[in-house]
């Protein structure tokens, strides 16, 4: 993905022009004066304000027109209602990037939004790139720049790119990394994104050296299918962490089917992330505690991990914690409990966890370090050092340092305790070296390792593009109204996508009923068919095993009856009778189109158990085969089909091309909603599409 015009004007401006600058110390327009001032950014920096003199030594202007050059970047502090104005000054200037900081704009209102509007039109017209509205802009340690308004001082130099949708968010997490010693290369603070978005940053902060990292705070997606793209690629060169909120399902609507009911909004973001590459986090601590071990830490090349610790307590809770993060105990080499056994007293434990004792002295924290640092078989490292009994924290620090600069091998270093680990708590900071306050916390560090490094060596697989050839097919689901797709376009497309069915029979009344079944043989399934009922044996439409034309004449005459009870209004045109298969299992098989994030495929555990069990996962289509396998193996329905127990494998192999299918027939045509087949039944070979629907936007 190409880097958008004009983002270099805006990240590093040559020479910036404040309108709104203000004398008054409580106006924002004084605040982004001291911060390009003291900033130290070393390019050209111009005032215009309603005032003559001067602030901070710099001549305030008042035009536009008198300025001896066209500056790079404008930043505007103004009322809402004077920006479109000041906006078309710039324009008319030639200035190829502005930021607007003020508020008052969409988020307020009407009034506002047709504003923000205006602002846009006149960017557009002249080619000119906007940052904002409502957004406290931007910040650079290294050129070094500062257009935001916040209280100095500037954060920490780092390598963290930080994109965020909410300034308070921002200037917080800033104001928090810093007490820990952590800093930022560049902080984009995005506000109402009337132009530009996350998707327009991610190519260039992926490609600067400056940056060995990307954090994110997102609230929503504009454009959710190009953020995606966008992603994925800078993924491929950078971690890149995301803080997603909105967790709650609270604004969900609701949906039909059993696939848009599961759907939620929080399950569909999560699959989407792990498509682009994507680390998601639960909070601002987690986010800003992960990006600094990218940012220090070497790679993980694997997961196995070795804990050393001087006390077997913190060791229980180490080992707990690796392996929820998907990391297991590293096995040693025989040379490694070899050094171990002459270095440690008798009682000591060699095999991982290795538990020094208590006494263990710093010199031998460090012998046993380097001891594990140097077996093949360890890819990364959880030392714990809790308040040592006989020695200050700050010794064993001052022991393991030379190990560790450079650091060989992932470390996560748990200092445990207060006030009796500060100071050497302080000396790991100070050499950028990161360090945890519980084991928990350095697991899942390793963990997100682990992830990223999976990610970044698992081949680019392309799907398996999978088209519907038949252009009549094609023209037809185009021509479709919206809504539910009627039953013979549906079985059509089924065959496209080579997922089998076994055929329906309308019978309206007791003699088709009686007839069809005899035609069908035994044992039949009966279904109420309706076009207001989806959800069949919500209601008793659905009777198994029947076995005799006398038993599927009594089923249809009580079925009827029940249904008509319940929804009175429904039309009710008879009921499908289909030949009964077993030995297999039930599945579901969905997909859907979120409106900003694209097409996803859903499987699970089908049939009546859809939602009771909720054995469900979602995935980005479309899938290669690879990525399929990985779905399925995420749930309990889909690792069954391997077998297990006493029960033989299904046809997963059947399943995998249905899913596929799906998936590319999902990316590639726009208008589906929803699609659903459950039940999808899979025997021993072969599988049919018991039930399915389909709806068009």
Not at 152 to 167: E, N, T, V, Y
Not at 426 to 437: C, M, N
Not at 485 to 511: C, K, N, W
Not at 555 to 580: I, K, N, S, T
Request: hydrophobic share 45%; glycine share 8%; proline share 8%.
């Amino acid at each position: 993905m190409s880097i958008a015009p004009g983002l270099l004007s805006l990240l590093s401006p040559r020479s910036i022009v404040l309108i709104g600058a203000s004398t008054h110390p409580e106006k924002l327009g004084y605040g982004i004066a001291r911060n390009l001032v003291q900033s130290g950014y070393p390019g050209r920096i111009y005032f215009l304000s309603q005032r003559s003199g001067e602030l901070f030594g710099h001549p305030l202007y008042r035009h536009l027109a008198e300025l001896p050059e066209t500056p790079d970047l404008a930043i505007l502090s103004l009322a809402a209602e004077q920006t479109p104005a000041a906006l078309n000054a710039c324009a008319e200037k030639g200035i190829p990037a502005a930021i607007i900081v003020s508020s008052g704009f969409r988020e307020s209102g009407q009034d506002g939004a047709a504003l923000e509007r205006a602002c846009l039109e006149i960017a557009h017209a002249a080619g000119m790139r906007l940052l904002g509205p409502n957004c406290i802009g931007i910040l650079d340690t290294h050129l070094p720049l500062d257009t935001t308004f916040l209280q100095p001082p500037m954060p920490l130099k780092g390598k963290i790119a930080f994109l965020s949708q909410s300034g308070a968010f921002c200037a917080a997490l800033m104001d928090w990394a810093r007490q820990q010693g952590i800093g930022f290369s560049r902080v984009i603070s995005l506000g109402n994104q009337a132009d530009l978005k996350e998707s327009d940053f991610l190519p260039l902060l992926s490609q600067q050296p400056e940056n060995k990292v990307i954090v994110l705070y997102l609230e929503s997606l504009k454009d959710g299918e190009r953020f995606l793209l966008a992603a994925r690629e800078a993924s491929r060169r950078l971690p890149l962490l995301v803080l997603k909120a909105g967790r709650s399902p609270g604004g969900q609507k609701a949906a039909a089917s059993h696939t848009g009911a599961l759907a939620t909004d929080d399950a569909l973001f999560d699959a989407a992330f792990e498509w682009a590459g994507i680390l998601r986090v639960a909070d601002g601590e987690q986010l800003i505690r992960c990006a600094h071990a990218f940012e220090a830490l070497p790679p993980l090349a694997g997961r196995r991990i070795a804990i050393l610790t001087n006390a077997g307590g913190p060791a229980v809770l180490a080992a707990d914690a690796l392996e929820r993060h998907g990391l297991q105990l590293a096995t040693f080499q025989p040379q490694t409990l070899q050094a171990l056994q002459a270095l440690l007293p008798p009682a000591a434990a060699l095999h991982n966890p290795v538990d020094m004792l208590a006494s263990a002295s710093p010199q031998t924290y460090a012998q046993a370090l380097a001891v594990l640092l140097a077996d093949p078989g360890v890819d990364g490292l959880l030392v714990i050092i809790p308040p040592p009994p006989m020695y200050p924290a700050e010794a064993v620090s001052e022991a393991l340092l030379p190990l560790i600069q450079p650091m060989p091998k992932p470390l996560g270093i748990v200092l445990m305790g207060g006030d009796q680990v500060a100071e050497a708590r302080r000396r790991f900071l100070q050499t950028g070296i990161p360090v945890y306050s519980f084991p928990e916390q350095a697991a899942e560090v390793l963990g997100m390792l682990a992830r990223r490094q999976e990610h970044i060596t698992r081949p680019e697989l392309p799907a398996m593009a999978h088209s519907l050839a038949d252009p009549e097919l094609i023209a037809a689901l185009e021509a479709a109204p919206s809504g539910w797709v009627e039953a013979g376009l549906l079985a059509r497309l089924l065959e496209s996508l080579q997922i089998p069915t076994l055929p329906l029979r309308l019978a309206r009344h007791a003699a088709e009923v009686r007839e069809q079944a005899r035609q069908i043989g035994f044992p039949l399934v009966m279904k109420i068919a309706s076009p207001h009922i989806l959800h069949k044996s919500e209601l008793g439409g659905v009777v198994l095993n029947i076995q005799s034309e006398e038993m599927a004449v009594q089923a249809f005459e009580q079925m009827m009856a029940r249904v008509r009870a319940q929804m009175p209004q429904a039309v009710l045109e008879g009921v499908f009778l289909q030949r009964q298969v077993s030995g297999g299992r039930e599945v579901i098989l969905g997909g859907l189109r979120q409106a900003s994030l694209g097409p996803f495929v859903l499987f699970g555990s089908g049939g009546v158990e859809v939602e009771a069990r909720r054995d469900i996962a979602f995935a980005y289509a479309p899938l290669s085969l690879d990525q399929a396998e990985a779905l399925l193996r995420r749930t309990w329905a889909g690792r069954s089909l391997w077998g297990f127990r006493d029960q033989p494998p299904l046809d997963h192999r059947a399943v995998l091309r249905a899913l596929v299918n799906l998936s590319s027939f999902l990316a590639e045509f726009r208008r589906v909603a929803e699609f659903e087949i459950n039940p999808l039944y899979v025997l021993p070979q072969g599988m049919y599409a018991l039930d399915a629907r389909l709806r068009l936007e």
